[in-house]
């Protein structure tokens, strides 16, 4: 039997969907049954029953399905022993980002790793809160920074920050922010963060709490457009209070007092009980330096 196929048959239990589990480890659907049917057969045993709303575990694989976790356990414990013989933190560890480096302190991250363990590895991928926390689940990421909370209790969180968000607008609609009601801000056009972004929930959780009925809305996730947005008069939209400030230093944008401000939490996070491999506990080291610094 192959690592793959555990994971692939602890994918399948803990999703309870082939088409799930699939895009979770980025495997088709038929590599996904081809996988466990292989299992099954090598264990002489059927691992799930198809039910209508995907399959569940039979009475023999949810007993198997510990046992597969555990494999899965030892055999990471072995790479972390090998690095650990070998006398030095070696080898790469890929780091989701959910906004940008600078925010996340990245450049402080990568100059401590230089000093503290030259041999050690970073892969920087940025993408949307939603999504590392999947790539992480699914182990094409082996930490990442999230904004909000983690759901999944397979993963670790450490809180690192809680900056709070404004609505913003152009400098050029300064009065009217200052005076708007709720049918005022429903007359604007506002940016709407994705479907996988916290952002969207808030935003969503302000128009409800609020009154707010946009007229109009544009799709973004990039922090860089959507600035572009607030500072030439095109929507309003969520900004960090870092950016705040900075725009309204510079005079190009204005804050809507009506809502206030809404804090977020930022977070690291990683699979629960890998924080003893030497190569994340050394990132977690770092991060957490570099944050309570």
Known sequence: ??????RTFVAVAEEGSITRAGKRIHATQPAVSAHIKALEEELGVRLFDRVPRGVELTQAGAE????????????????ARAVMLGGEVAGQVALGLCTDPAFLKATSLIDLMSERFPKLNLKLIQSPSGVILSEIRARNLDAGFVFAGNPYRDLETIKLAEPEYSIMGAASVRDELAD?????LSAFTWVMPASHSPFRELQLDIFNQFGIVPA????ADSEEVIRALVVEGKALALVREDEVAAMLDSGLAAECALVGRHPVEVNFVYRKGEDELPSL???IEL?????EG
């Not at 039997?1 to 555990?6: D, P, W």
């Open 281 to 283: 506990a050394a990132i």
């Open 180 to 184: 708007a009601d709720a049918e005022a």
């Open 64 to 79: 198997l399905v510990h046992d597969a976790i555990e494999v899965l356990g030892a055999a990471q414990t072995l790479l």
């Open 287 to 291: 991060v957490r330096r570099t944050w």
């Open 216 to 219: 109009r809305t544009i799709g």
């Open 1 to 6: 039997m192959e690592l793959y196929q555990l």
